[in-house]
Nanobody
Framework: QVQLVESGGGLVQAGGSLRLSCVAS????????MAWYRHGPGKQRELVAA???????NYADSMKDRITISRDNAKNTVYLQMNSLKPEDTAVYYC??????????WGQGTQVTVSS
């Protein structure tokens, strides 16, 4: 099992920036991909960004010019830097860890609210 704890959400004005953090603990050796998802009001959950064990990244088209996913292996932490935030980016952002055995774990989520 992998435990994930997100932080860094909050209220920001449109055009602002936030950096989300996700700290992983537990069976981290089995993690093959870390990702950020979001679930906005009235919307389906969607993938925002992902980074594999090998460092390959993947971004949602709607945000790819404004976000960067990165990781600090020494801190077992994955970051999501979000710039030029828009009101439509308002959502709960979840950290996800996919392991080598076909399973996945989720964090509790962190709320991001972008005011216009």
């Amino acid at each position: 099992q992998v435990q994930l704890v997100e932080s860094g959400g909050g209220l920001v004005q449109a055009g602002g920036s936030l950096r989300l953090s996700c700290v992983a603990s537990g069976s981290i050796f089995s993690i093959k991909q870390m990702a950020w998802y979001r679930h906005g009001p009235g919307k389906q959950r969607e993938l925002v960004a992902a980074i594999t064990r090998g460092g390959t990244t993947n971004y949602a088209d709607s945000m790819k010019d404004r976000i960067t996913i990165s990781r600090d292996n020494a801190k077992n932490t994955v970051y999501l830097q979000m710039n030029s935030l828009k009101p439509e980016d308002t959502a709960v952002y979840y950290c996800n860890a996919r392991n080598d055995f076909g399973g996945a774990n989720w964090g509790q989520g962190t709320q991001v609210t972008v005011s216009s």
